[in-house]
């Protein structure tokens, strides 16, 4: 599954792209994109996401629209297992590969070309910047 948040925020698998529905799920769903592999609390995600609107059931609306990611993301996981999103005190964590994320291949590449210009290779420093900005 790749997360792609340079542009669109879209998820694709290899049947193709996943819809995902509401704008509050799109929201949560970018934040724990852009903190994968990092817990992110349910109150971090209400400030972000509702801000000064949070609604009065605040935890409750957080827990449904991760309900309804992880149907969309993982429709075949059993209740219990941790799936693309994991449920971890105090809050949630994106369960994805670096790599799956192309925000964090744009910064692994830019850095490889960093490293190749100082090596004395434009020519490679160059294909390494046109990878990275063609995600």
């Given at each position: 599954?790749?997360?792609?948040?340079?542009?669109?925020?879209?998820?694709?698998?290899?049947?193709?792209?996943?819809?995902?529905?509401?704008g509050?799920?799109?929201?949560?769903?970018?934040?724990?994109?852009?903190n994968?592999?990092?817990?992110?609390?349910?109150?971090?995600?209400?400030?972000?996401?509702?801000?000064?609107?949070?609604?009065?059931?605040?935890?409750?609306a957080?827990?449904?629209?991760?309900?309804?990611?992880?149907?969309?993301?993982?429709?075949?996981?059993?209740?219990?297992?941790?799936g693309v999103?994991?449920t971890?005190?105090?809050g949630?964590?994106?369960?994805?590969?670096?790599?799956?994320?192309?925000?964090?291949?744009?910064?692994?590449?830019a850095?490889?070309?960093?490293?190749m210009?100082?090596?004395?290779?434009?020519?490679?420093?160059?294909?390494?910047?046109d990878?990275?900005?063609?995600?």
């Amino acid at each position: 599954m790749d997360f792609r948040v340079l542009g669109p925020l879209t998820v694709h698998t290899e049947s193709g792209p996943i819809e995902i529905g509401s704008g509050k799920q799109r929201a949560i769903l970018a934040v724990l994109i852009l903190n994968s592999g990092q817990v992110v609390s349910t109150d971090r995600l209400l400030d972000l996401v509702w801000g000064e609107e949070q609604p009065a059931g605040g935890v409750q609306a957080v827990r449904f629209h991760i309900w309804k990611l992880r149907s969309l993301l993982d429709p075949d996981r059993t209740k219990g297992d941790d799936g693309v999103i994991a449920t971890r005190a105090p809050g949630y964590v994106l369960l994805a590969a670096p790599d799956r994320v192309d925000a964090n291949r744009f910064v692994a590449l830019a850095a490889e070309a960093h490293t190749m210009l100082a090596a004395s290779d434009p020519a490679q420093a160059r294909r390494l910047c046109d990878d990275a900005l063609r995600l």
